[in-house]
């Protein structure tokens, strides 16, 4: 589905939107509101792993200038894929699956590019947690270029479980970390693989790491101890890329 950002707001109506699995990513409930129509919006938003936060009504007035009711929530302009059945066309139709996983990437912007360059290495689908995560507005979308669109994107519970899903079909998981002296120009791409990408400030997890069956790094050789993650990202993409293309040359 294409289309801008879009808000709804109402009780009722975002409940409805809830139970109708429309792609809500953000929810902004009013702090200190009670009723029963809003203890059953939590609740529904808690069992769908919506995200929520408890804001000033002010900041709810400045985002929608009508009746409110102490609910306001945001709209992914992109319909996410459900992950297993997404997985398992993969699995079954790619010679050579490419999957990636963002732990827990919170700016948009850097999503965004992401997506842009996962698309352009043809990368097949883009994992990312259900909470946590930059949502995919419309900053994403802009700064992904269209590509948001054309890869498929799927949320899951947690990142891990999707992990082992993919490594018991058979698909290596390369985690691109700094905790390790492995450089990425010294793995094999060449077969199905899942790169672990981490956010912005902690890096990727403890137990997805651990849980990786390679570790990867990018040799750097200023004074500066890190990349962006969206140009360390494209720089494992492209690797990948490289590895493929000599393979089948």
Do not use: W
Request: glycine share 8%.
């Amino acid at each position: 589905m294409e289309g801008k950002e879009s808000t709804i707001y109402g009780l009722r109506a975002i409940l409805e939107a809830v139970d109708s699995d429309v792609p809500i990513y953000k929810v902004f409930l009013q702090r200190g509101l009670k009723g029963d129509l809003f203890r059953e919006l939590e609740s529904a938003l808690r069992k769908k792993g919506i995200s929520s936060s408890y804001v000033p009504v002010e900041k709810l007035q400045k985002m929608v200038s009508q009746n409110h009711q102490g609910a306001v929530a945001q709209i992914s302009p992109v319909h996410y894929r459900d992950f297993e059945p997404l997985a398992e066309e993969i699995l079954q139709q790619a010679e050579k699956p490419l999957f990636l996983l963002l732990d827990h990437i919170t700016d948009v912007r850097n999503f965004g590019a992401i997506l842009r360059t996962a698309e352009c290495c043809g990368v097949h689908a883009v994992l990312v947690p259900k909470k946590g995560a930059a949502p995919l507005n419309d900053d994403a979308v802009k700064t992904s270029a269209g590509a948001a669109f054309r890869v498929p994107i799927a949320r899951v519970d947690h990142i891990l479980d999707a992990l082992y899903y993919l490594q018991a079909a058979g698909v290596q998981a390369v985690a691109a970390t700094e905790k390790t002296d492995q450089s990425v120009y010294d793995l094999d791409f060449t077969g199905p693989t899942a790169l672990i990408m981490g956010s912005e400030d902690r890096g990727i997890s403890p137990a997805v790491l651990k849980a990786a069956d390679r570790k990867a790094q990018l040799p750097l050789l200023g004074e500066i101890g890190s990349l962006n993650v969206s140009v360390a990202c494209g720089v494992f993409l492209y690797e990948v890329v490289r590895q493929r293309r000599l393979q089948g040359s």
